[in-house]
């Protein structure tokens, strides 16, 4: 019990640290789902086996590790010059430009989303098929359970086509970007992207999708209005004129000053919403896969409302899991698995590599639970110095992402928005390497770099009477 506590102790304080130094940033957000479900390890009566000392470490370090970018010392420097008026183009000259590339950018946004929703559709009815093959039985007529069962067995993996089907969430955020730019009808894209989700029994995917469009349409507005920047990952934001310093990178919020036309208090009640309807999904999804009737069953006891169970459950059980893996001193992991995607594409230029297998062994808390939180897949992995690196590089990551996505660039909030994801799911696994989060990581970033390139020409329609300086570029 004392781990427990002294874990759960800590893990407010990060979220106290975090909530100064970093803002309404996803890693403040990831620093406080893990702080509710240590809480909830804590308060729910259920009989697990007691968090060890050795487990809680390993939870503490990622944690610290990932939010250790709030200490990042701030870096004076003086601010951009002004465009001076002799270099600015004329009116007429950037209104012209401003027609041609709008119809340009929507052209390419349409030619975009076509392609993404044909690999979506193709990687569906893979999927589809590969169900109906293995079960005998067409689609329609099996329910999620005996789809799921169909996953674990002889459906798995599905193959190239099937992981085209990853691209949902991509789907769903160029449908976004197409509301907010151009006209209402792009909103088809993130419906059709849940539609499709839907249909897989997956409950993290459908939920992480819900978090990734969640997530891109926070950033688009926060940004909306700023100009795109030149580099890749923006440094952080520059002080008026006078200033002896620069902001930390992890002062930029949601909201407030640095997002015009968008409420904090609008943000939050999306958010709110988005963990409302993520919650309900889980619910809803666990009844019919029968889940929520087993989990009941295992824990007879619990007196707290019936629909906290499941989720308590899946968002607590990997710590005594964690613990009782640590106790055996084996990894329940093949060794790699938490850099899968890596493995993969080395096993295509050398065969004698193999890639993991993916599901873990499963451990008695007392029930089985194979799921061990993102920390504890990383250090069986990689052990303790290990994790301190990934993460430690993940916040670091993700905080610069964060920055670069309010000043409006595309590709960061793209990618911020899909690691935003990744990180709220710490709790149950660490699934950034997962092929399919991986392929449509990279992919998405492509695809925005490109409509980012548009926009920045439509706003900067002459690149050659911009000063150097101004395009984020060494003078």
């Known amino acids: 019990m004392i781990p427990t506590i002294a874990l759960t102790v800590y893990s407010l304080l990060l979220v106290l640290f975090a909530i100064k130094q970093l803002g309404a940033s996803p890693i403040t957000m990831a620093t406080g789902v893990l702080a509710a479900s240590f809480v909830a390890l804590l308060l729910a009566p259920l009989s697990y086996y007691p968090l060890s000392t050795d487990a809680a470490l390993v939870l503490a370090a990622g944690m610290t590790s990932m939010v250790a970018v709030g200490l990042a010392p701030r870096r004076t ?26 119809r340009g950018g929507l052209l390419l946004l349409i030619v975009l989303i076509l392609v993404v929703l044909t690999a979506v559709l193709l990687g569906y009815r893979a999927f589809v098929s590969g169900i109906s093959e293995a079960t005998n039985a067409t689609f329609s007529q099996l329910t999620l359970e005996e789809v799921r069962r169909a996953q674990n067995t002889g459906a798995r993996g599905g193959g190239a086509l099937a992981l085209l089907g990853s691209l949902g969430p991509l789907l769903g955020c ?102 409302g309807g993520a919650l309900t999904l889980f619910n809803v999804v666990g009844n019919a896969l029968g889940k929520s009737a087993s989990t009941a069953a295992g824990f007879p006891a619990y007196d707290w409302p019936a629909w906290t169970l499941s989720p308590v459950f899946y968002f607590t059980g990997s710590y005594p899991a964690l613990t009782v893996a640590m106790s055996n001193d084996t990894s329940p992991y093949e060794p790699g698995t938490s850099f ?115 926009r920045r020409g439509r706003e900067s329609p002459r690149l050659g009477q911009v000063p150097t300086r101004l395009r984020g570029l060494p003078a």
């Open 77 to 102: 420097g003086a601010s951009h010059p002004p465009l001076q008026a002799k270099n600015r183009p004329s009116a007429a000259v950037i209104s012209s430009h401003a027609n041609k590339s709008a």
């Open 174 to 275: 160029l449908g976004l970007y197409g509301a907010a730019r151009h006209s209402r009808v792009f909103l088809i894209g993130p419906l059709v992207a849940l539609a499709i989700a839907l249909q897989n029994p997956s409950r993290l995917n459908s939920i992480s999708l819900l978090v990734t469009l969640v997530a891109f349409w926070l950033y688009l507005r926060a940004g909306q209005g700023k100009v795109a920047h030149e580099l890749p990952f923006p440094d952080r934001p520059r002080t008026q004129p006078g200033s002896s310093s620069r902001p930390s990178v992890g002062r930029a919020k949601i909201g407030g000053r640095s997002s015009p036309g968008w409420s904090r208090r609008k943000a939050i009640l999306v958010g709110i919403l988005a963990a």
């Open 340 to 454: 899968f995607s890596v493995l993969r594409l080395a096993a295509v230029f050398d065969p004698s590599i193999r890639p993991p297998e993916t599901i873990a062994q499963y451990s008695s808390i007392p029930v089985p639970f194979n799921l061990y939180s993102g920390f504890g897949q990383v250090y069986f992995d990689v052990g303790f110095l290990g994790l301190v690196v990934v993460f430690g590089g993940l916040g670091m990551l993700l905080q610069r992402l964060h920055v670069a996505a309010l000043r409006g660039h595309l590709p960061s909030i793209w990618a911020v928005s899909t690691l935003t994801s990744v990180v709220l799911a710490l709790p149950q696994g660490f699934v950034l390497f997962n092929l399919d989060v991986t392929v449509r990581l990279l992919v998405g970033v492509g695809m925005f770099v490109a409509l980012g390139r548009n």
